[in-house]
DNA sequence: TGTTAGCACTCATAACCGTCGAGTGCTAAC
DNA sequence: GTTAGCACTCGACGGTTATGAGTGCTAACA
């Protein structure tokens, strides 16, 4: 047995892949007839079951019960995604849909990758998934303040990812127009760069210093930059498409999938799996229980990181059966994250059009 | 029959009553026998046979087959809402969760809103709706404009119901930190309070000429007040705890649940039905058929508009089996929306803390 | 040594069927 | 108008059987 699995021979490589295929496709048991009317095997279905059988031992396939087909092991689906899958032509309607994220009005990383992730359920009938990571290392690079009212102002921050949040600020007393002005200077000059941990109280002190009479504003103005800075490395998880999976029969199972229904909402799984995953921007491929989470034991998630500049902005990515179709996932995915990259290209690099993000 | 309808004699209602209560409670039809031992009732079973009898011919109630007990009609559930349901008090500890919104760091409507409909739905065991309408009248108030770097800047919009947005732009050509200030001062002089209908070809040339040298910047910057705009009032629904509906079995068609997913995730239906339910502020009850949403024949959705100075600003909900527990999600949003509207109070209105939203 | 035909065997699925029991409607007595 | 009693209905449950897909094994064959 040791040896024997140094290498597949071709035949088994190649009925493996019919067997992968037809289970994605059907999603039952595959039997050696099966195998046989696909086509491209010469020889009878007893020597396929023969096959069949070393594949079993071999730990590639399994088999539901002992009058049934056989269904690809975990093993079995990591070496078809690793050797065997083909590469999936996109049709043009599909490759039309993407670039028209090209076009779309848009701005914001967050938004495009909501878009993105609406379009690769779409396109895959699985479930979409945009993911923010939480970076740990966000600061604000930038603060402005926007005066509305007395005794109420808007406080921007401009992260370092380029990400943007604003807070309203109401405040016991009025506060004039040079104040918010001369506040942002001061957060500017102070805090830009700082992560929370490193904004000290001689800092704090030296804020309030600077703003003079107008000191009252600082307490409740830091308070709002804790929770800005909170929010800015939160990390986002945005899922679309949950109800195709409901198409699928692995998802029948309801009190299953109200548990997977509940991961997704809860997002720390999903945050915590793509920021301990994340291999340098290649696409990742998790199989069942490769992904750590119980509760995606019968499903694949498949992710590509969105990177710019060596920094993981966020990721797009799919989460269906464990049977899904790898190719066309995979296809997807790159087509979908090449043309975000491209949106978000390094800044002053060629510009044709009008507006895009950053 | 016509006239037998004219009202419902006391013991009818009681009876009534205990079906609901024990349907909500149970699930399952509810028999005659089942209705003496919840108590309160002193007559024997036959009695309340024969009176079970006269409410499912009158309408109030349904039969699933000849040898079940009773469940309760739309008609049975809309008489119990508006006229039989007890006040839910609510336990200390519900109302300690819901107080602590007021506490929580948070400033603006939508994470407001976010927060409010995870608790509804944490604390009814529905799903909890947070929705923001498209008005269809909203205006930015107010831009301002940031400087990041040369040919790259943010827009900021301040609606007019106190939304704020954000879009990075980009341009071919280097920008000024002056040009940028000039920018928003010339966008809130020429177009603060107009809607996207009444920014005409004049105006935009007024504006360019303004811009002068800068007036290259004009074109993108009004494409992205253009998506601004669009973006203000395009309404959201958020969806919390859908998972939570799971538990329930009117939910175990899987096929019926997955329309469902669907329309929660499409939006429109959620928004156009909060739209045109909406009646001043009261709390809506819309029992199965009462929404004209197909897919929510078998639900029960109960919302509550968040209004201030009269604005519809945007509305949290409950969405759950047509059996829920209507006293206590009436409860739970009364608590939830009274929270909220405290936490929008008037601007100026007294303000004991540092800082909240507007 | 690898391939193939034939055949007995296994086991999930579906259909069928009787039993059980909850709950009713009806009738007759109070 | 209320109640006890009783026959009746009908879904739920559990066991049995028939079906058929697909296997493993054996023996013959190239």
Redesign the pocket.
């Known amino acids: 047995m040791a040896d024997g699995e140094r290498e597949l021979s071709e035949?088994k490589k190649q009925i493996l892949k019919a067997i992968v295929d037809a289970h994605i496709e059907g999603g039952?048991?595959?039997?050696?007839?099966?195998?046989l009317q696909a086509g491209g095997m010469?020889?009878?279905?007893?020597?396929?079951?023969?096959?069949?059988?070393e594949l079993?031992e071999m730990g590639y396939l399994e088999?539901?019960?002992?009058?049934?087909?056989?269904v690809p092991s975990e093993l079995g689906y990591r070496f078809y995604v690793d050797s065997l899958i083909e590469h999936y032509a996109m049709t043009t309607h599909e490759i039309a849909q993407i670039n028209n994220l090209l076009r779309a009005k848009m701005g914001e990383l967050d938004q495009i990758l909501s878009a993105a992730s609406h379009l690769a359920s779409n396109l895959t009938n699985y479930t979409g998934i945009a993911i923010q990571p939480r970076t740990g290392a966000v600061n604000i690079a930038k603060f402005e303040g926007i005066y509305l009212e007395p005794s109420h102002f808007i406080l921007v921050a401009v992260a370092s990812n380029g990400a943007v949040k604003t807070k309203h600020i109401h405040t016991d007393f009025k506060v004039l127009p040079e104040s918010v002005s001369r506040l942002a200077e001061s957060l500017n000059a102070m805090l830009a760069g700082l992560s929370a941990e490193r904004i000290t109280l001689p800092i704090i002190m030296e804020l309030e210093t600077r703003m003079g009479a107008d000191s009252g504003m600082i307490g409740p103005v830091m308070k709002v930059v804790y929770d800005l800075l909170s929010e800015l490395d939160a990390g986002a998880v945005q899922v679309a498409g949950i109800d195709h999976l409901l198409q699928y029969p692995e998802y029948s199972d309801t009190a299953q999938f109200r548990e997977l229904l509940g991961a997704l909402e809860k997002k720390d799984d999903i945050l915590d799996l793509v920021s301990t995953t994340g291999g340098e921007g290649d696409i990742n491929v998790l199989i069942g229980s490769e992904s750590r989470v119980k509760v995606m034991n019968n499903s694949a998630l498949v992710f590509k990181p969105i990177v710019k500049d060596g920094q993981t902005l966020g990721a797009i990515g799919v989460l269906g059966p464990r049977r899904m179709d790898y190719a066309k996932v995979l296809a997807t995915l790159e087509g979908l994250s090449g043309n975000i990259e491209n949106l978000i290209l390094p800044n002053k690099q060629l510009h044709n059009g009008g507006e895009s993000d950053g």
Chains 1, 2 share one sequence.
Not at 63 to 70: E, K, L
Request: aromatic share 0%.
């Open positions: 035949r039952g048991p595959v039997g050696s007839k099966a195998i010469n020889c009878s279905s007893a020597t396929i079951r023969n096959e069949m059988a079993e088999q539901p019960h002992a009058s049934a087909g056989r």
